[in-house]
C-alpha cells in the first residue's frame, strides 16, 4: 500500500517536504468490510486547510496521518454483502493505493451512466457546491449579473454555467488567456477577465455595466476589491472559499476595511452568506436529477485535468493552490 502522509505542516504555501509517501502492507477487511484499490484521488483547495491546526469546520489531518480526500475506488475484495469485487464505488479513501472501508462509507457508481471522473467534480462534490451554493443563497434571476472567480474550476465552471441556465449574464475571472478563452468558448461565459491584468477593476466594470446581482465568492483578494464597488442593491455573496488567501494564514497587510464594507452591506442591504456544501444535503436529490440532464443536454460542460501516479499528488496540489491546474483536479492512481 503506497500512501501519502502529512509530514509537517506548512507555513505559508506547502511545500513538497510537508508531505511523505511510505509503504505499508495492504490490509485485510473484516467482518462488514471491503478492501478498495484506489482508482482516482480528488485534489481540492480545502485540503490546505486540513494541513493546519487553526480552527476550522473540519478537524486537521495530524502528523503522519494518510492525508484526506475523496476517492473514487475499486472494490478489490468484499466481506460486505452490499459489495462485490469489481465493483466501483465513491469513497473517502485518502490518498493512498489501498483502503478498508465499511459499506456505509461507499456509494456506488455506474460507468455506463457516467464517466467514475465525474463523481469526484461536476456531478461530485464541487458540482453540488456550486448548485446548492448559487441557487440557494446567490438565487439569480433573468437578467441579472452573476460574477465568479477560478471560473475554469470545477465550482466556478459550473456556477457560470447554471447561471446562464436560470437566464442570468455570466462573467468570469480566471487566470492567464488560455483559461479565459475556454471559458469564453467552451463555458459559454458571456465576458472573462484575466485576474492578473494590471487594470482589472476597470475591464470588470465595463463587462459588468449593470453592476453585479451575485457575486460568487471563490477567492477573495484583489477579485474582490474590483467587485466590492460593482454591488448592486440587494445583491447576494454566497462565500464559498477564499483560495487567495489559503496560503497566509492569519497574516494580513493593510489598512482596517471592514467599516468600508460594513456600511455597504447596510446602505447596499447586501445578502453576504459563508456556506458549506454539506449545510445543503436535503437539495442532493434535486441535483442528481438536474445535473446530469442539463449535461446530456449540452447546456452544462465540465473539464478535467488528471494528473497519472499517486506521487505527483503533492506537487498537483501545490499548483491546484496557485492556479496551475487547468479544470478539475484529479490524480490518477
Ligand atoms: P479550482 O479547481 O478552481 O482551483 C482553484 C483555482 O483558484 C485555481 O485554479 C486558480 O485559478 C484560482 N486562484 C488561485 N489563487 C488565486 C488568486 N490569488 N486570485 C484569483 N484566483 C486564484 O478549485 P475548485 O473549483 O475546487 O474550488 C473553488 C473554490 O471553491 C475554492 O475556494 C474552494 O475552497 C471552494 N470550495 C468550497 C466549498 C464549500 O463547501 N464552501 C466546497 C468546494 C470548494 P486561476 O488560474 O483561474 O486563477
Not at 503522519?64 to 475499486?74: I, K, L
Not at 454483502?81 to 483502503?99: C, E
Not at 458540482?127 to 441579472?144: H, M, N, V
Request: hydrophobic fraction near 40%; include cysteine; charged fraction near 20%.
Amino acid at each position: 500500500n503506497s500512501r501519502i502522509v502529512l509530514a509537517s505542516r506548512p507555513k505559508g504555501r506547502p511545500s513538497p517536504s510537508d508531505f511523505r509517501l511510505e509503504q505499508a502492507p495492504v490490509p485485510t477487511p473484516g467482518e462488514g468490510e471491503v478492501l478498495l484499490k484506489i482508482r482516482y484521488l480528488s485534489l481540492d483547495p480545502y485540503m490546505r486547510g486540513r494541513m493546519s491546526a487553526a480552527k476550522s469546520y473540519s478537524a486537521p489531518v495530524e502528523i503522519g496521518q494518510v492525508m484526506e480526500g475523496g476517492t473514487v475506488a475499486e472494490v478489490l475484495e468484499s466481506r460486505h454483502a452490499g459489495f462485490k469485487p469489481g465493483d466501483i464505488v465513491l469513497s473517502h479513501s485518502g490518498w493512498q493505493s489501498h483502503a478498508l472501508a465499511n459499506g456505509k462509507q461507499l456509494r456506488k457508481l455506474d460507468p455506463a451512466t457516467a464517466p467514475v471522473t465525474t463523481a469526484l467534480g461536476v456531478l461530485g462534490m464541487p458540482g453540488f457546491t456550486a448548485y446548492s451554493g448559487l441557487l440557494t443563497i446567490g438565487q439569480p434571476k433573468p437578467g441579472e449579473t452573476v460574477v465568479v472567480a477560478a471560473a475554469s474550476g470545477p465550482v466556478g465552471s459550473a456556477v457560470g454555467q447554471i447561471a446562464r441556465i436560470k437566464g442570468a449574464r455570466a462573467v468570469g475571472i480566471a487566470g492567464g488567456p488560455e483559461k479565459c478563452a475556454f471559458v469564453r468558448e467552451t463555458f459559454g461565459f458571456d465576458a472573462v477577465i484575466d485576474h492578473r491584468a494590471p487594470d482589472l477593476a476597470e475591464q470588470l466594470a465595463a463587462a459588468c455595466p449593470d453592476g453585479i446581482d451575485v457575486y460568487f465568492e471563490n477567492v477573495g483578494g484583489k477579485v474582490w476589491d474590483a467587485v466590492f464597488p460593482l454591488l448592486n442593491t440587494f445583491a447576494r455573496i454566497p462565500v464559498c472559499g477564499l483560495v487567495a488567501q489559503y496560503n497566509n494564514e492569519g497574516e494580513f497587510e493593510g489598512p482596517d476595511r471592514l467599516p468600508v464594507v460594513m456600511r455597504q452591506v447596510l446602505s447596499k442591504s447586501l445578502t453576504i452568506r459563508g456556506f458549506i456544501q454539506r449545510e445543503f444535503i436535503a437539495q442532493r436529490p434535486a441535483f442528481e436529477q438536474e445535473m446530469p440532464r442539463w449535461i446530456a443536454e449540452g447546456a452544462l460542460k465540465y473539464k478535467e485535468d488528471i494528473v497519472e501516479g499517486l506521487e505527483r499528488a503533492p506537487e498537483a496540489f501545490i499548483g491546484l493552490l496557485e492556479g496551475r491546474n487547468f479544470g478539475k483536479l484529479i490524480v490518477k492512481v
